[in-house]
């Protein structure tokens, strides 16, 4: 059973860069079957998607974040990381990692339109 | 891109089925079957609720279900419990720029 679990700094500066580590636990960030996304609620606020990464390295990100976004994978620490740059206070937001997965007949492939498989959050405050 | 537009509230009594709406474009609700919803209670991470429009993940009640009808989807809970009270979330594939819409979430009262 996978299982994901955010972590890193509760409060960041303003203009500073944001890092936060998700560490997945009962499977492998080499999987295929896997796309390894990060997700934010600001509070009282909605979701919103900022990326994902595929086990070959590939990533995908929110067009309205892309230029302050990084997000890697290492692969000996079964990690997966967020980076965001030159924050301000409308980054202030519980951080989510999570994942989606379609299994049929045995066989299991990667899905990004939806996540059946969250972290807990971490609660991110961008404050001087 | 915009979010998806949801009611902000809706409310109903233990028993009784209720419906919360998303709306999107052709984009992304209208154009793909690609969209999902998410129950979410205060302090807790979002749980999958319908995959891909009508689908139930294994575990979830068969008292919710969704549908979709041109731009719109909807999720429907019928036989409202006190703990169906909770935040619902509606997400779409949309191909401008290939990611994910999530809407603003409705806040479901059980009176």
């Known amino acids: 059973q996978v299982q994901l679990q955010e972590s890193g700094p509760g409060l960041v500066k303003p203009s500073e860069t944001l890092s936060l580590t998700c560490t997945v636990s009962?499977?492998?960030?080499?999987?295929?079957?896997?796309?390894w996304s990060w997700i934010r609620q600001p509070p009282g606020k909605g979701l919103e998607w900022i990326g994902h990464i595929y086990y070959s390295g590939n990533t995908n990100y929110n067009p309205s974040l892309k230029s302050r976004v990084t997000i890697s994978v290492d692969t000996s620490k079964n990690q997966f990381f967020l980076k965001l740059s030159s924050v301000t206070a409308a980054d202030t937001a519980v951080y989510f990692c999570a994942t989606g997965q379609s299994c049929s007949g045995g066989s299991c492939y990667p899905v990004f339109w939806y996540f059946d498989l969250w972290g807990r959050g971490t609660l991110v405050t961008v404050s001087s | 891109q915009s979010a998806l537009t949801q009611p902000a509230s809706v409310s109903g009594s233990p028993g009784q089925s209720i419906t919360i709406s998303c709306t999107g474009t052709?984009?992304?609700?209208?154009?793909?079957?690609?969209v999902s919803w998410y129950q979410q209670h205060p302090g807790k991470a979002p749980k999958l609720m319908i995959y891909e429009v009508s689908n139930r993940p294994s575990g979830v009640s068969n008292r919710f279900s969704g549908s979709k009808s041109g731009n719109t989807a909807s999720l429907t809970i019928s036989g409202l419990q006190a703990e169906d009270e909770a935040h619902y979330s509606c997400s779409s594939y949309t191909s401008t720029s290939l990611h994910v819409l999530f809407g603003g979430g409705t806040k479901l009262t059980v009176l």
């Open positions: 052709s984009s992304d609700v209208g154009g793909y079957n690609y």
């Open positions: 009962g499977g492998s960030v080499t999987s295929n079957s896997h796309y």
